[in-house]
């Protein structure tokens, strides 16, 4: 018996999309969530994130939560 759990249908536009951070250093939710809006209204079938940009070492762990 196969385990489909973790199988991902990879169909559609899945864009990466950047972790947005403030003048300060902080995570900037504001900023993410307006840009995570913006691919999902223009019809997006998924999101990438964390990671395939680049960025997954420089963030800590409380910033990818």
């Known amino acids: 018996m196969k385990n489909n ?11 990466a999309i950047t972790t947005q951070f403030s003048k300060s250093g902080e995570l900037d ?9 913006a691919q999902v209204d223009a019809g997006a079938n998924g999101i ?3 990671g395939t940009l680049g960025e997954a070492s420089t963030l800590t762990a409380q910033e990818k939560e």
Do not use: S, Y
């Not at 759990?5 to 864009?15: A, D, I, L, N, R």
């Not at 939710?29 to 809006?37: A, D, E, W």
């Open 48 to 50: 990438i994130l964390g």
């Open 29 to 37: 939710i504001m900023v993410f969530k307006h840009n995570l809006k």
């Open 5 to 15: 759990q973790f199988e991902m249908q990879w169909k559609g536009v899945m864009p």
